[in-house]
């Protein structure tokens, strides 16, 4: 995918599936149910062992359907962003920003989301030409974050992650986020019970945010 339709399809979907897993067939059957549930955009992160080869495997399973978008999370350094790229990430996801991570996404012409709170940081990660700037943790911040940001930064995309939860998301959209990404509350097998809860859930969170 093209960088410019991958963040075309990130901002339409609103919403991205934080996916860990314990194994990589756990991560995929989550995947799985998340997508066919609605939520299309989904984030491998590399807290899970394997996660290379679920990203692959994941990427070629839905290569042919437009909609659904294929990405890296928990990416701590540039080798590992290349080792996402190769396997078919289309976006790559960082708990902070990395200078290095940044260029060689830049070089592969790959969307960059480093995680960032304060307007120093994301300054920062704004000179290396990222598109969209995670607000990590969001719970530290709330909704009401993004307007005050967007104050002395107008162009700033901003994806919240942690922290969004189905009762509060539809107020990140309200002010001003770019999409939302959802952790454990959609796509924690031990928590949700069943692959049909999460696909539910999933349901529900995009019911959320076109009802």
Not at 110 to 117: E, N, T
Request: charged content about 25%; glycine content about 10%.
């Amino acid at each position: 995918m093209k960088k410019y339709h991958v963040l075309k399809q990130l901002e339409s979907q609103k919403l991205v599936a934080v996916v860990r897993g314990e194994t990589v067939n756990e991560a995929l059957a989550i995947s799985r149910a998340c997508i066919k549930g609605g939520i299309k955009a989904v984030e491998l992160t590399f807290t899970l062992k394997g996660a290379e080869e679920a990203i692959e495997n994941l990427a070629k399973e839905y290569h042919d359907d437009q909609d659904v978008v294929v990405g890296a999370g928990t990416v701590l350094d540039a080798s590992t962003a290349r080792i996402a790229i190769l396997k078919g990430a289309a976006f790559i996801v960082s708990p902070g920003f990395d200078k290095e991570t940044a260029l060689l996404c830049n070089t592969y012409h790959v969307p960059y989301l480093p995680g960032a709170v304060t307007v120093t940081e994301v300054q920062e990660a704004l000179k290396y030409g990222v598109d969209v700037i995670k607000l990590f943790p969001g719970s530290l911040a709330g909704p009401k974050y993004i307007a005050a940001l967007k104050g002395p930064l107008p162009h700033v995309n901003v994806m919240p992650t942690g922290g969004v939860d189905e009762n509060n998301v539809k107020d990140w959209l309200k002010h001003g986020a770019f999409a939302c990404g959802i952790g454990s509350n959609l796509t924690s097998l031990k928590k949700l019970g069943s692959l049909e809860a999460i696909e539910e859930q999933a349901k529900r969170y995009r019911a959320r945010i076109t009802g």
